[in-house]
């Protein structure tokens, strides 16, 4: 829910990003992983944008995994592959707080071979700057404050002042989903109105992509066990294409 929440502002507001990272208003476009390689590869957390004369990878992660230093090396040599004049900003921005040291880790290391990359920590990010650009207040009340609760006040009021009452909407949601990291349900739905959030597009597809995600999970043990690819489609309802994707990737993983 929350890798989809980041994809979603950062592929919506993309200029605003890139005033934060970039120093400037640059407008992005969401580059597809699969423009990157021939195969199949994981995308959780994953955003590549790119300007003219640049591509952005953004990783979003809400704890620490040990495999997030190699995929950043792994999708700079994609990115090379597929453009070798373009400069890489890669950047993994943690969402939530956690004294673990992998947070800090900015660089993969192997024999003969090192790649740096840099981290956000977005709760030692002051609140304030988030509060400057509209796709990024959701982020606000995960930022350093003295009052999360008050920053999600001021979250709210802020996007009272947008116009456009759709982006107002996407961004109540984005900002309640993400305030869940650090704040109550409770606190969260007493400041933002729960059923503006609930008919917004950004929560609808999390919660259209949860539900696919949940077939895709029962369709794999389905496969596990020996179904047949037609058996797996028809119960389940996803189309023989797609079943035969997952069982792709059931015969790529590494034998235990």
């Known amino acids: 829910m929350y890798d989809d929440t980041?994809?979603?502002?950062?592929?919506?507001?993309?200029?605003?990003?890139?005033?934060?990272?970039?120093?400037?208003?640059?407008?992005?476009t969401e580059l597809k992983p699969s423009e990157l390689s021939?195969?199949?590869?994981?995308?959780?957390?994953?955003?590549?944008?790119?300007?003219?004369?640049?591509?952005l990878h953004l990783e979003f992660q809400t704890l620490p995994k040990n495999n997030v230093p190699f995929r950043m090396l792994d999708y700079r040599v994609r990115a090379y592959r597929k453009d070798s004049t373009k400069p890489m900003r890669q950047v993994v921005i943690y969402l939530k707080q956690?004294?673990?040291?992998?947070?800090?880790?900015?660089?993969?290391?192997?024999?003969?071979?090192?790649?740096?990359?840099?981290?956000?920590?977005i709760w030692e990010e002051p609140a304030s700057r988030f509060l400057q650009y509209p796709g990024l207040i959701p982020f606000a009340t995960l930022g350093q404050s003295a009052d999360a609760e008050e920053t999600l006040r001021q979250v709210a009021q802020r996007i009272d002042q947008i116009a456009d009452s759709e982006a107002q909407a996407n961004l109540i949601a984005a900002s309640g989903i993400l305030a869940g990291l650090r704040l109550e349900d409770?606190?969260?739905?007493?400041?933002?109105?729960?059923?503006?959030?609930?008919?917004?597009t950004v929560y609808r597809s999390i919660w259209r992509e949860a539900e696919e995600e949940k077939t895709r999970a029962i369709a794999l043990n389905f496969l596990r066990e020996g179904l047949s690819v037609?058996?797996?489609?028809?119960?389940?309802?996803?189309?023989?294409?797609?079943?035969?994707?997952?069982q792709q990737q059931l015969n790529n993983l590494p034998q235990s």
């Open 6 to 28: 980041c994809r979603f502002l950062a592929e919506h507001f993309s200029s605003d990003f890139a005033s934060w990272l970039l120093g400037e208003p640059i407008e992005l």
């Open 38 to 55: 021939l195969d199949p590869i994981r995308t959780d957390a994953l955003i590549l944008l790119q300007s003219a004369a640049s591509f």
């Open 98 to 121: 956690t004294a673990s040291e992998r947070v800090h880790q900015t660089y993969f290391e192997m024999e003969h071979t090192r790649h740096e990359f840099e981290v956000v920590r």
């Open 186 to 200: 409770e606190v969260i739905y007493r400041i933002l109105r729960r059923d503006i959030m609930q008919e917004s």
């Open 230 to 246: 037609e058996m797996v489609a028809r119960g389940t309802g996803l189309s023989i294409d797609e079943v035969q994707q997952l």
